[in-house]
């Protein structure tokens, strides 16, 4: 009996192991999580439903792969599941956002699929070797448009056109 109870101990501890996210697992929950728990004021963090409020708030300005967790979790109004007990409970305790994620992951192992993009760093690329994809998302990026673009010369020229405005901002 006692052997047995040793292995169960073993075996719960090896499986709380390959449970527990790695470095760099289910990066665009752990970001997000983070991200939106420093919006919360101290009068909102400990009720689940006013947690749950304000996250359908938060998603409403995301973008990308932030709006596409937001669509996971349930709090775009097109989402078609919700789950945000999920999250707001947790963060009603106080849990760590990658200890949120490995609970959520069980719930949709989608959310810790998402990654996000890599970044452009347009001080040191060569904008002509770039795919027109790459350049459009540049533009979505800063919510740009390129009215009347059809070559890819016409992105390169609209983007350095608007590089003076943006390359002093941060999120590129």
Known sequence: MYKLSINLLLF??????????????CEVCVKTVEKFAA??????KNDPKKIEAEFKKFCKGSKNKENR????????????????????????????????CEKLRKKDAQICDLRFDKQIDLN??????LKVRDLKK???????????????????KRIEELKPKYMGRSDL
């Open 124 to 129: 040191n690329v060569d904008l002509k070797k």
């Open 12 to 25: 719960a501890a090896v499986l709380q192991i390959t449970l527990a996210l790695k470095e760099g697992e």
């Open 39 to 44: 919006t919360l004021s101290e009068n909102v």
């Open 69 to 100: 967790f937001c669509y996971y979790l349930g709090g775009l109004e097109e989402s078609a599941t919700g789950i945000l007990g999920e999250l707001s409970k947790p963060l009603s305790w106080s849990m760590p956002a990658d200890k949120i």
């Open 138 to 156: 540049i533009l979505n990026d800063w919510d740009e448009v390129c009215d009347g673009c059809i070559e890819k010369t016409d992105f390169i």
